[in-house]
């Protein structure tokens, strides 16, 4: 049986905090024979094992968890596909990714990364193109001198789809090919 991701980030983080195997399974309050089969791979510790060998180490859970996610590279693009939706559904940049986010977090590896990384751009998209539609309709039944003409605003705000859209496929392309520094520009608002 080969050894798991997981069984080697637990025994190099025990090795790097300078601990041994006997001393962790103490600190975690877990058998010793148990924590050796999972350092050689033999088994993968679920949840409360894997809680307090992570507070043993002190390391975050969630940091032990991606290693026991299913890779799901189709998937991580049809969260990425699904923000396409704007074009129909007003908002539905937001609500579908955030429905995929929500339900695969926990359950599929990259996606609670990718998710927030998504979202974050797309409140961000929706801020500036939401933003200038609401600029435009105050300067439309506004008290104001200066009202913005629908053949200046309308190029506008198609060229804001266009560009997400393209930005959307360009990630998309970039996921496929497995980079993970997609949507890199954002206001950072889901940590």
Request: proline residues 4%; charged residues 15%; positive net charge.
């Amino acid at each position: 049986m080969s050894k798991g991701l997981l069984a080697e980030k637990i025994e190099s983080l025990r090795k790097s905090k300078g601990i041994t195997q006997e001393s962790l399974a103490d600190q975690s309050s877990i058998n010793l024979r148990t924590l050796q089969r999972i350092e050689a791979g033999q088994t993968e510790p679920r949840g409360n094992t894997l809680r307090l060998i992570a507070q043993a180490l002190g390391t975050p859970l969630d940091e032990l968890l991606d290693f026991i996610k299913q890779a799901d590279p189709a998937f991580l693009q049809l969260m990425n596909l699904a923000t396409l939706s704007f074009w129909v559904i007003p908002l539905g940049n937001l609500v579908l990714p955030l429905i995929l986010w929500m339900m695969k977090r926990d359950k599929v590896q990259g996606v609670y990364e990718l998710g927030r990384r998504i979202i974050n751009f797309q409140i961000t998209w929706c801020f500036i193109t939401y933003g200038f539609l609401f600029i435009w309709i105050v300067s439309l039944f506004g008290k104001s001198s200066y009202i913005l003409s629908p053949f200046v605003f309308l190029p506008i705000i198609l060229t804001l789809y266009l560009a997400n859209s393209m930005i959307i496929l360009i990630a998309n392309w970039q996921i496929k090919r497995g980079r993970e520094t997609v949507y890199s520009i954002s206001f950072p608002i889901i940590r």
